[in-house]
T-cell receptor
């Protein structure tokens, strides 16, 4: 069975500072990895995903994540955050087989301060 | 573009009452999922359906039943609601071959008193 651990429940950071949201996973089978973002009172939206190939993946709004197989990690980073990045971020892992069961981490609340 | 549609959006139930959360997707997706979201616990998978006619338990299936009525619809039923089932419920769907991206509905806020 797979599992996902997000190491920080809350991350406060000042505007224009860099940020890293940490995610570790475990699985006995091949997986796909995702980061989703949730703004208040909304559903989750895909931010970026790793399927195969280059281990560094990027989103359209400046976030990036790097798949590290040896450390079973998929940390999310942004070099300079904006107030509008304030949201909850979820790491997810999906089995690359069968029903593609997808499990989410507990979430990290990013709070960007002016 | 409707995407994934859930109903109702808000519901208050008394302990012991039953209800069904409805979910429909218009994207011709194969797999559908029900999650619950609770503070500090993220999203936990209740049940999922890999394809029409199949359903499987997720992380927290106790107290729930599901029906994959057809390819479009996947309902979640609470037979005898308990206060511990107060939560936000999200339906989601996924198309095989679409890089496993899951698309979410807007959520259903359920309170059991």
């Amino acid at each position: 069975a797979q599992s996902v651990t997000q190491l920080d429940s809350q991350v406060p950071v000042f505007e224009e500072a860099p940020v890293e949201l940490r995610c570790n996973y475990s699985s006995s089978v091949s997986v796909y990895l995702f980061w989703y973002v949730q703004y208040p009172n909304q559903g989750l939206q895909l931010l970026l995903k790793y399927l195969s190939g280059s281990t560094l993946v990027e989103s359209i709004n400046g976030f990036e994540a790097e798949f590290n197989k040896s450390q079973t990690s998929f940390h999310l980073r942004k070099p300079s955050v904006h107030i509008s990045d304030t949201a909850e971020y979820f790491c997810a892992v999906s089995e690359n087989t069968g029903g593609f069961k997808t499990i989410f981490g507990a979430g990290t609340r990013l709070f960007v301060k002016a | 573009n409707a995407g994934v549609t859930q109903t109702p959006k808000f519901q208050v139930l008394k302990t012991g009452q039953s209800m069904t959360l409805q979910c429909a997707q218009d994207m011709n997706h194969n797999s559908m999922y029900w999650y619950r979201q609770d503070p500090g616990m993220g999203l936990r998978l209740i049940y999922y359906s890999a394809s029409e006619g199949t359903t499987d338990k997720g992380e927290v299936p106790n107290g729930y039943n599901v029906s994959r009525l057809n390819k479009r619809e996947f309902s979640l039923r609470l037979e005898s609601a308990a206060p511990s089932q107060t939560s936000v419920y999200f339906c989601a769907s996924r198309l095989t071959g679409d890089g496993n991206t899951i698309y979410f509905g807007e959520g259903s806020w359920l309170t059991v008193v």
